[in-house]
């Protein structure tokens, strides 16, 4: 069965500092793929970034950037230069093909507040 | 932005009553689903489809029914709500087989449903 562990229900960061926030996995997949989201208060769920099990490099997407050790079966996301507008819920989340199809699992998430 | 629909996106309805919540894609994507999200729990995933017809269960299927006889149509029915579903439901649809793409899943935009 595959797992996402988010151990961070909430984190503060200052306004344009970086900030890590935690995601690690579990699956016997081979092959998968891993995601964060971003839900403002508003309510929507914002793709941000993906990694794939077999890149090479980390992926990244402007000021996003996800620090993935497979051997630790980690994908933290790592937001540089924290804006006010950066205060959301960060959810983790894997696609496996078991079975065949495919379908996401998500973690908890991590609610980030980011000060003035 | 993807064109994702779901109806109603408010709804207030007593226990043992049915309901059903419509989702309305108009993207042809070959995968929907179904997530309700609650505090604490992130988002879990009920149902989801990989095809006309092709549906499998998620992680908390039981009380949910789902059907999907067009691609870009996929109800979820409740037959005899109860308070534990008062919930915010969310739809999103992927497309894996995308060239270039990486599946990331397109949400709606909820549909909040509490059940007295």
């Known amino acids: 069965a595959q797992k996402i562990t988010q151990t961070q229900p909430g984190m503060f960061v200052q306004e344009k500092e970086a900030v890590t926030l935690d995601c690690t996995y579990d699956?016997?997949?081979?092959?998968?793929?891993l995601f964060w989201y971003k839900q403002p208060s508003s309510g929507e769920m914002i793709f941000l970034i993906y990694?794939?099990?077999?890149?090479?490099q980390n992926a990244t997407e402007g000021r996003y950037s996800l620090n993935f050790q497979k051997a630790r079966k980690s994908a933290n996301l790592v937001i540089s230069a924290s804006q006010l507008g950066d205060s959301a819920m960060y959810f983790c989340?894997?696609?496996?093909?078991?079975?065949?199809?495919?379908?996401?699992?998500f973690g908890k998430g991590t609610k980030l507040t980011v000060n003035p | 932005d993807a064109g994702i629909t779901q109806s109603p996106r408010h709804k207030v309805t007593e226990t043992g009553t049915p309901v059903t919540l419509r989702c309305h894609q108009t993207e042809n994507h070959r995968y929907m689903y179904w997530y309700r999200q609650d505090p604490g729990h992130g988002l879990r995933l009920i149902h989801y489809?990989?095809?006309?017809?092709?549906?499998d269960k998620g992680e908390v299927s039981d009380g949910y029914s789902v059907s999907r006889s067009k691609t870009e149509d996929f109800l979820l029915t409740l037959e005899s709500a109860t308070s534990s579903q008062t919930s915010v439901y969310f739809c999103?649809?992927?497309?894996?087989?995308?060239?270039?793409?990486?599946?990331?899943?397109?949400f709606g935009e909820g549909s909040r449903l509490t059940v007295l």
């Open positions: 999103a649809i992927s497309e894996p087989g995308l060239a270039g793409g990486t599946g990331e899943l397109f």
């Open positions: 989340a894997m696609r496996g093909t078991q079975g065949g199809s495919e379908k996401l699992v």
């Open positions: 990694q794939g099990s077999y890149d090479q």
């Open positions: 489809s990989y095809g006309v017809k092709d549906t």
């Open positions: 699956t016997s997949d081979p092959s998968y793929g």
